[in-house]
């Protein structure tokens, strides 16, 4: 079945650094976009990056912009993000998901989340 | 970038009865406007794309309305299982942003 499993999560310092990847099956993972939206704990959504099926194009949120890169591996099936220069406000459960029907930026499968708190 | 508002931040109704929930847009999205539903300790879940277009597997008594700046989820006859946080979010434009939820609780 169309599923996606995020890993990586942790404890980490301020000012360290972390990487997530997300493991797609069940869908042809190169043809669809593919997002990370966080959710610090009991806050709501905020959506975080972008990429294209391709790689060709991304975008990130301003609160993450220069820390944060978003890539992908498509002969792996593999959703990445590189978090660099950690701050307590990154604290959150990360999610990837897939871009929804018809190419639109809604998420419409989700992977379990993973959780990531910076803390000293 | 668009701020989405939602109304109530929390909304009280008992089985059965309609549920109406409200997303407010600071700019046009035109139809570019999805709904999801998330429940305690789970990934959210995807109800409702291009403003009014049901997802895959998600039943009738979910229905969208709205274009441009207003948007509003209908529930028709709530079920147990769908007291649930609810968010929209737009995709019109980069970044891509959720409004802050609305609680749906039991009456």
């Known amino acids: 079945q169309v599923q996606l499993v995020e890993s990586g999560g942790g404890v980490v310092q301020p000012g360290g650094s972390l990487r997530l990847s997300c493991a797609a099956s069940?869908?042809?993972?190169?043809?669809?976009?593919m997002h990370w939206v966080r959710q610090a704990p009991g806050k709501g959504l905020e959506w975080v990056a972008f990429i294209r099926y391709d790689g060709s194009n991304k975008y990130y949120a301003d609160s993450v912009k220069g820390r944060f890169t978003i890539s992908r591996d498509n002969s792996k099936n593999t959703l990445y993000l590189q978090m660099n220069s950690l701050r307590a406000e990154d604290t959150a459960v990360y999610y990837c998901a897939k871009d929804g029907p018809g190419g639109a930026d809604a998420f419409d499968i989700w992977g379990q989340g993973t959780m990531v708190t910076v803390s000293s | 970038e668009i701020v989405m508002t939602q109304s109530p931040a929390t909304l009280s109704v008992s089985p059965g009865e309609r549920a109406t929930l409200s997303c407010r847009a600071s700019?046009?999205?035109?139809?570019?406007l999805a709904w999801y539903q998330q429940k305690p300790g789970q990934a959210p879940r995807l109800l409702i794309y291009?403003?009014?277009t049901r997802a895959t597997g998600i039943p009738a008594r979910f229905s969208g309305s709205g274009s441009g700046t207003e948007f509003t989820l209908t529930i028709s006859s709530l079920q147990s299982e769908d007291f649930a946080v609810y968010y929209c979010?737009?995709?019109?434009?980069?970044?891509?942003?959720f409004g802050q939820g609305t609680k749906l609780e039991i009456k």
């Open positions: 979010q737009q995709y019109n434009n980069w970044p891509l942003v």
């Open positions: 291009g403003a009014s």
């Open positions: 700019q046009s999205v035109s139809s570019n």
């Open positions: 069940g869908f042809t993972f190169s043809s669809y976009g």
